[in-house]
């Protein structure tokens, strides 16, 4: 069974102290991996995809990188801003399974 | 251009009771996903609607049920309501074929 497992499950920085957040999954026949920003009340705000191993995608201070096996958001010098709930999610062709998240806290 | 746009955004009901969400998708959108985020949890997918047609379904009972309009729009019914269907039930779309999902803000179902 296609499986989605992210950690940590909470992350507290300092502003400007970098991080990984890590998305391990199992998939058979994997279509996408998506990461998603949710913030507390809102939906997830679509991020990145990334189709094949080696693929890397970047976007002000987050960048995305994908294996095989799991996937990293690098956050680079991170802001109070970036603060949210961060969710991975793999496609197969049957249908999008996420994991439970990471709560990314960035305090000043 | 608007997005994903949702329906109530919270809603009360009580064990037994049934509840019909709505969902209109972002515009150049075909199919529509849907979602059960219980807290602290990321998102369960439901059933995903193609032409009309549920194209696709989750582990969900037959409670859980879906319609696709003409101009893509979609509900979702859930009958029998459960104390454990308290959650955010979120709606998705997307222009298919492995493109993003676009999220709505989801409707707060509260069960009492």
């Known amino acids: 069974e296609d499986q989605v497992t992210q950690s940590p499950e909470a992350l507290r920085l300092q502003e400007g102290e970098s991080s990984s957040l890590n998305c391990s999954y199992t998939?058979?026949?994997?279509?996408?991996l998506f990461w998603y920003r949710q913030d507390p009340g809102k939906g997830p705000e679509f991020l990145f995809t990334?189709?094949?191993a080696g693929e890397e995608k970047e976007k002000e201070r987050l960048k995305a990188t994908l294996t095989k096996k799991e996937s990293f958001l690098h956050i680079t010098a991170p802001k109070p801003e970036d603060s949210a709930t961060y969710l991975c999610a793999v496609q197969d062709n049957n249908d999008m399974r996420f994991g439970a998240g990471t709560r990314l806290t960035v305090k000043p | 251009d608007a997005g994903v746009t949702q329906s109530p955004t919270h809603l009360i009901k009580t064990r037994g009771q049934q509840v019909t969400l709505r969902c209109s998708p972002k515009?150049?959108?075909?199919?529509v996903s849907w979602y059960q985020q219980a807290l602290g949890q990321g998102p369960q997918f439901i059933f995903q609607?193609?032409?009309?047609?549920?194209?696709q379904r989750g582990n969900f009972p037959d409670r859980f049920s879906g319609h696709q309009f003409p101009n893509y729009s979609s509900e979702l019914n859930v009958n029998a309501l459960l104390l454990g269907d308290s959650a955010l039930y979120l709606c998705?779309?997307?222009?298919?074929?492995?493109?993003?999902?676009?999220f709505g803000d989801g409707t707060r179902l509260s069960i009492l």
């Open positions: 609607y193609y032409e009309e047609e549920e194209r």
């Open positions: 998705a779309s997307s222009g298919g074929g492995g493109q993003p999902q676009h």
């Open positions: 515009s150049g959108h075909d199919t």
């Open positions: 990334l189709y094949s």
């Open positions: 998939v058979s026949g994997l279509r996408g």
